[in-house]
């Protein structure tokens, strides 16, 4: 099984047609016929300076929403990144399976005398280090307080409650990561750009928390003009959960 592949799958498979895309130094937004969707902005730190970061720069609306979402597949961190987003905006969300659940009291319900784990740096984890049994981060780049992301095999499958970033599908972790998680552990895919996808179920996710575009272009201004996603305007936080 492959989450990339199968999330591209699931999408319309017609022609559908590009109205604005925006890569700001945070947030990158597409939007299209169907409607709009985000992804945190990705870049390769090492790429070196006047080299090109996306295929099609400049002339990406000449492009369908199909071509652009097939560079989630693409090794250029900041063209799966353009990727994800045009996944996101082509999402057929079922309304029905969204919820208010919170992400972070979620885990620190499920957590409560239990260990969890934490992939991907969020403002929240001093709150859930302080209500749950055991708290690990996992950081690609760990800082302190965190452990590095190859301590995955090791650490996951001891966890009760398992957090992974919507990012991992953008840096191709998520299939790994995902392995490692024990069948009755508690499994979310968290953060803005996680897609709103029951595709996620299939590999054993209960519940994912991530974004739906209300006003694209509000979002993609705002984006545009480097705003961090706390002072992002035109979207709103929403869950979607396996059991309703």
């Not at 987003?85 to 969204?98: G, I, K």
């Not at 749950?132 to 001891?158: N, R, T, W």
């Not at 305007?233 to 869950?239: D, N, S």
Request: net charge negative.
């Amino acid at each position: 099984m492959n989450i990339v592949e199968d999330l591209l799958a699931s999408l319309p498979q017609e022609s559908i047609g590009l109205r604005d895309v925006r890569v700001g130094p945070f947030w990158t937004l597409v939007w299209t016929e169907l409607g709009a969707g985000l992804a945190s902005t990705q870049r390769d730190a090492h790429t070196p300076h006047g080299h090109s970061l996306i295929r099609w720069a400049g002339d990406v609306l000449d492009h369908s929403a199909k071509e652009l979402a097939g560079l989630l597949k693409a090794k250029s961190p900041m063209e799966a990144a353009l990727g994800m987003a045009t996944v996101n905006a082509l999402l057929e969300v079922d309304e029905a399976l969204l919820t208010d659940r919170n992400a972070s009291a979620e885990i620190m319900q499920r957590g409560s005398g239990k260990r969890v784990v934490i992939i991907g740096h969020f403002p929240f984890i001093p709150k859930v280090r302080r209500a749950v049994g055991h708290l690990d981060v996992l950081e690609l780049d760990p800082k302190a307080g965190e452990i590095s992301s190859a301590a995955a095999a090791e650490v996951i499958p001891q966890a009760d409650v398992v957090a992974i970033t919507g990012t991992s599908l953008v840096n191709k972790t998520f299939d790994e990561l995902i392995q490692h998680c024990r069948p009755d552990s508690f499994v979310l895919v968290l953060g803005p750009t996680s897609p709103l996808s029951p595709v996620l179920f299939d590999y054993g996710v209960d519940l994912v928390a991530g974004t739906q575009v209300i006003d694209p272009s509000l979002a993609m201004t705002v984006a545009g003009q480097g705003a961090i996603f706390r002072q992002m305007r035109g979207v709103r936080l929403v869950t979607m959960a396996k059991d309703g």
